[in-house]
């Protein structure tokens, strides 16, 4: 087994010992203030901003990926369509994953400074969030509060998050719930390296890790180099 840095095994999303939970939703303990103080910001505009999906570990993210990958859960394509990726070849296949759901690894996730989020408010609450596009965008239960949160948070005294995949660069889909607390999420950008990545993942058993392997800097460049902005390592 490969010796990590304790930054470093945050970074890979290895350990939780960084991790605060609330109703089984995790966050950094310094991220937890923050939060707060964006959950009352949004109260006050008249939303119930809550947590969908809040830290996940690298075996989580492996359950996810995993399920995907044996066509346990559903994989789409840029409409929100369900596809047979069955049907692909494994480069193609990974890089459909890849498009909505991180390696393992290379997951914001990881770190507990990131969170997918949704107005609590604005659906019932057997409604089945989906995360997908047109549930934020005009005429989806999340709109308004999606709308207000991008206003929001580019005001000059708000808590210092940001919505890391706003844009579409034809790596991973945007997604307009994502949010990132980056004073604290850019001390692991900072430690988190394609070779510690490439190490960790010929120790795993993830799917199709020799595929990633084999093909890892044409995917750190279409999937993870604009989304963990790392440091990077020679390999």
């Known amino acids: 087994m490969h010796n990590y840095s304790e930054q470093e095994s945050i970074a890979l999303g290895l350990v939780d010992d ?9 966050l950094h303990n310094k991220v937890v203030e923050p939060w707060d103080d964006l959950t009352k910001a949004a109260r006050q505009a008249g939303f ?6 809040g ?14 990958m044996r066509g346990d859960r559903p994989v789409l394509d840029d409409q929100s369509r369900v596809i047979d990726i069955s049907l692909l070849p ?15 690894g290379a997951s914001r ?17 057997d409604y089945s969030i989906q995360l997908i596009t047109e549930e ?20 000059e005294h708000s808590p210092n998050f940001i919505l890391p995949y706003r844009d579409d660069n034809n790596g991973v889909m945007p997604e307009l719930w994502h949010l990132s607390y980056q004073p604290v999420a850019e001390q692991y950008q900072e430690v988190w390296t394609l070779e510690v990545l490439q190490n960790h993942l010929r120790q795993s058993d993830v799917l199709e890790s020799k595929t990633v392997l084999s093909s890892i800097n044409e995917l750190y460049e279409q999937f993870i180099k604009d989304s963990i902005n790392p440091i990077t390592a020679t390999v």
């Open 90 to 104: 494994p480069l193609d296949k990974v890089k459909r994953v890849m498009r909505w759901s991180a390696l393992p």
């Open 48 to 53: 119930d901003l809550a947590i969908v999906s």
């Open 109 to 125: 996730h990881h770190w507990g400074t990131d969170m997918d989020v949704y107005d609590r408010a604005a659906v019932p609450k």
């Open 136 to 155: 934020y965008t005009e005429g989806g239960p999340f709109a308004p509060m999606s709308a207000w949160l991008v206003d929001y948070l580019e005001q």
């Open 18 to 26: 960084h991790i605060y939970w609330s109703n089984a939703i995790g």
């Open 55 to 68: 830290f996940r570990g690298f075996e989580r993210q492996q359950s996810i990926w995993d399920a995907k």
